[in-house]
T-cell receptor, first 115, second 113 residues
């Protein structure tokens, strides 16, 4: 069972470079999320999507962009990377808003360092 | 603004001990509260979810309680084992924006053999 798959696992970027973190899920979930986790901190929501073609900002969207062309894929693009974007990024998905008790599934994370 | 706090930040116990992890939140208007486990270099795995109308949930050696009025939740781990070593995070789902989970910063647990 693949679940939520993120690539790459590790990446080092230079300041000003751009890159895309890939996320795909095979559970036919409508809801997908991108979080970042800084050392010793909880997760903060960057962007989320409630279905193909629909995306919205979370708590910390600046410096990022997303798209959702299919149910399965939810890539996160970093434009003009800055040291403040050094973090661990997690993609997640769920079948609904999470009100009924259905759980949220996370990928294993992508470690990004901007130097 | 909803804030979630977890105390202690780190905890070390000998194997076999029963232990309690604490989570507090500032706004009682929540849909539910969820406890997650995070192993080093891995993603989060959901352990227990408590709806706002519930008082507790149990799964094996884990028991989570919720006191919404006081803004507190506890995760009780019975007969701890070295395999329980991980970071435990709690998260609340806000009632005013149901897509958003607000996470605490976690408690890093080490169970010593």
């Amino acid at each position: 069972n693949a679940g939520v798959t993120q690539t790459p696992k590790f990446r080092i970027l230079k300041i000003g470079q751009s890159m895309t973190l890939q996320c795909t899920q095979d559970m036919n979930h409508n809801y997908m999320y991108w979080y970042r986790q800084d050392p010793g901190m909880g997760l903060k929501l960057i962007y989320y999507s409630v279905g193909a073609g629909i995306t919205d900002k979370g708590e910390v969207p600046n410096g990022y962009n997303v798209s959702r062309s299919t149910t399965e894929d939810f890539p996160l693009r970093l434009e003009l990377a800055a040291p403040s974007q050094t973090s661990v990024y997690f993609c997640a998905s769920s079948s609904d808003r999470g009100l009924s008790g259905n759980t949220i599934y996370f990928g294993e994370g992508s470690w990004l360092t901007v130097v | 603004k909803q804030e979630v706090t977890q105390i202690p930040a780190a905890l070390s116990v000998p194997e076999g001990e029963n232990l309690v992890l604490n989570c507090s939140f500032t706004d009682s208007a929540i849909y539910n509260l969820q406890w997650f486990r995070q192993d080093p270099g891995k993603g989060l795995t959901s352990l227990l979810l408590i709806q706002s109308s519930q008082r507790e949930q149990t799964s094996g050696r884990l028991n989570a309680s919720l006191d919404k009025s006081s803004g507190r939740s506890t995760l009780y781990i019975a007969a701890s084992q070295p395999g329980d070593s991980a970071t435990y995070l709690c998260a609340v789902r806000r009632m005013d924006s149901s897509y958003k989970l607000i996470f605490g910063s976690g408690t890093r647990l080490l169970v010593r053999p």
